[in-house]
């Protein structure tokens, strides 16, 4: 089993920029889909990113193309979510996740780390 630790929220302004981290520790961090998805109180946890296990495929919500980058380094064990021209909507818990298949679905994750918050504010 993975286990996840993110890293790197905080508060920024609005326009600016965060790169969160997921440190993962196990032997099949290179062989899961890891995926970021995030949540505001009073809202489920809803999909932002999602990378294969070889970094060949990624996928994003409509609302952050071309804003955020999602990237990963199977040597480190490092999953990444690089942030620019962050808005105040932005702001949640960032939770990092891996996954046996490639997928979007927050179902088909079964290893989650305990969230990092990212508040855009001014």
């Known amino acids: 089993q993975v286990q996840l630790v993110e890293s790197g929220g905080g508060l920024v302004q609005p326009g600016g920029s965060l790169r969160l981290s997921c440190a993962a520790s196990g032997r099949t961090f290179s062989s899961r889909t890891m995926g970021w998805f995030r949540q505001t109180p009073g809202k489920e946890r809803e999909f932002v990113a999602t990378?294969?296990?070889?970094?060949?495929?990624?996928d994003y919500r409509s609302s952050v193309k071309g804003r955020f980058t999602i990237s990963r380094d199977n040597a480190k064990n490092i999953l990444y979510l690089q942030m620019n021209s962050l808005k105040p909507e932005d702001t949640a818990v960032y939770y990092c996740?891996?996954?046996?298949?490639?997928?979007?679905?927050?179902?088909?994750?079964?290893?989650w780390g305990q969230g990092t918050q990212v508040t855009v504010s001014s």
């Open positions: 996740a891996a996954s046996g298949i490639y997928s979007n679905a927050e179902g088909a994750f079964e290893a």
């Open positions: 990378i294969s296990f070889g970094g060949a495929t990624t």
